[in-house]
């Protein structure tokens, strides 16, 4: 089963991730590598826990991440 991760880097410094599909899913580290590493085990302990309490698993659907330009005029 796979899951799509968001990985932001974190004002405190290093990164912080979120799983989109699993809401509350989140986890941080130093670098990158370490972000995935620790959300993986995240994403596990949500999943069993949603088992244990007897809810639906949420399965990703499928979206598209983008980026749109937008005139300085725009921006308060």
Known sequence: MEYTVLVYRAE??????????????YSQG???E????NVKE???????????EREEVPTEEEFVIGRVK???SAVV
């Not at 405190?12 to 899913?25: D, I, Q, R, S, T």
């Not at 596990?44 to 244990?52: M, R, Y």
């Open 42 to 52: 995240a994403i596990e302990a949500h999943l069993l826990a949603l088992k244990e």
């Open 70 to 72: 937008v005139g300085v």
């Open 30 to 32: 130093e670098t990158i």
């Open 34 to 37: 370490e972000t995935l590493e």
């Open 12 to 25: 405190e410094g290093g990164f912080w991730a979120e799983v989109p599909a699993l809401p509350g899913c």
